[in-house]
């Protein structure tokens, strides 16, 4: 169950990037070259990652090192610049022929207000390879028609963590839906997955 945090600016993440030495290390191996797939237990009338993002212009390249990303991508997610994005993340594992929960849960109540900031995990994987974020810092995933430019960049996804975590199989659940002015949720969300392996890093 998703918990709110009992300070209003702080965010509850679990899944992030630690870097003291008695934190275990662990990284994500891509299971699916295009890293992210349809929920597997979709909400109704929530759409895919393409609900959010045009990749037309953005490719996805497996090789020796690892999942290069880079080029272009479009916001296309039909939502008002004035809504706020609540984003739910859970962490899933595959044990005994079924997926069982992990402690790895997020949720922000404000995603747009921490879209760049340094010390969250989507930064590092991705937000700051965003060459233009300068100029399109205000509109986060709001405005329709926003293109984001990205540098080519072997993309990776490490947590540290201060237990053992399962290493093996698992899935990303990520929900993001707009809230309008009225704090009325929109119908039009969206849910994507990442699946692959988390692996513990050799010290």
């Not at 859970?90 to 992990?102: A, D, I, V």
């Not at 405005?143 to 053992?164: Q, R, S």
């Not at 994507?192 to 890093?201: A, R, S």
Request: charged share 25%.
């Amino acid at each position: 169950m998703f918990q709110r945090s009992r300070f209003p600016k702080q965010i509850l993440i679990l899944l992030k990037i630690l870097s003291l030495s008695v934190e275990i290390q662990y990284e994500l191996e891509f299971e699916d070259d295009k890293v992210f797939t349809k929920c597997l237990d979709n909400p109704n009338g929530f759409k895919d990652i393409h609900g959010l993002f045009d990749f037309t212009n953005f490719s996805f390249e497996l090789g020796a090192e690892g999942l290069v990303v880079g080029g272009k991508f479009t916001s296309v997610w039909d939502v008002e610049p004035t809504d706020r994005i609540e984003l739910r993340s859970k962490t899933l594992y595959w044990e005994r022929g079924s997926w069982q929960p992990t402690i790895l849960n997020v949720y922000v109540s404000d995603f747009c207000k921490v879209m760049y900031d340094k010390n969250q995990i989507w930064y590092i994987s991705l937000t700051q390879h965003i060459s233009n974020k300068e100029e399109i810092r205000d509109k986060c995933v709001t405005h329709k028609g926003t293109l984001f430019v990205i540098e080519p960049y072997l993309m990776k996804i490490y947590f540290g963590a201060g237990m053992v975590f399962p290493s093996g199989r698992h899935r990303v659940i990520l929900n993001m839906v707009a809230i309008d002015l009225n704090n009325v949720t929109r119908p039009n969300g969206v849910c994507f997955e990442i699946t692959g392996t988390f692996f513990k890093i050799p010290n």
